[in-house]
């Protein structure tokens, strides 16, 4: 079911959240030095592309096929490679510690898989590799009523909350975390004012 929306959704000729990187991850990524960077839910690729652009080696996983398409157009457009690979996170099964950063730019998952898909990721993830994440919060359910051009998901369950990161990334140095209400301009399905959590952690250079 989620597929096929994201496949209708990602056939259209336009780029559904347009071609620029979000603006949190353009202004945070740069802060790091290149390596290998995981994007889970990546679309139609304008944030893992962003970051091929400035010497990352990235590896998109996404569960629409019309969505690796648009992505490796863009991709090319930009000169860039992309390692893209469709499916269910859950089904993927990289190596531990392989990630020097792993990016999560409003990747909702299913509420009764996001704490165990966060884990999952912090596994890939290298100690001292770092997490960027952006994400509709639990009060953008507001906004989202309020004006349905903003977008982001009608549960409650898969929006987040500063409480459930701080859980779910415990022993993070967090360089930032916060609840923010910002001004969205991204492509079709972002416009207007929102509520959302801003997270950049690095994991633990050894366990805690």
Known sequence: MQQ???????????????KAPNVFFEEWLPK???GKLLM????????????????????????????????????GE??????????DLGEFNFAKKTFDAIGLVYAHFDADKKAVYHQQLADYLKP?????????????????????KVGGPKS??????????TADFQGYEMLKLAEE?????EGLY???????????GRKPFKDV
Do not use: C
């Open 4 to 18: 096929q929306k994201w496949d209708e959704r990602y056939q259209a000729r336009a780029f559904a959240y347009g």
């Open 32 to 34: 790091f030095t290149p």
């Open 40 to 75: 889970p839910a990546d679309g139609e690729g304008r944030n893992g592309v962003f970051a091929a652009t400035l010497g990352w080696q990235v590896t998109s996983v996404d569960l629409s096929t019309a969505g690796q398409t648009k992505a490796l157009q863009l991709a």
């Open 78 to 87: 930009q000169g860039v490679a992309l390692d893209y690979k469709v499916g």
């Open 128 to 148: 001292g590799g770092v997490i960027l994440l952006e994400a509709f919060s639990k009060s953008h359910l507001h906004f989202s009523a309020l004006d349905p």
């Open 156 to 165: 409650k369950a898969m929006l987040y909350s500063t409480d459930e990161i």
């Open 181 to 185: 209400e910002i001004a969205l301009n």
């Open 190 to 200: 972002h416009i207007g004012k929102g509520s959302v959590v801003r997270f950049v």
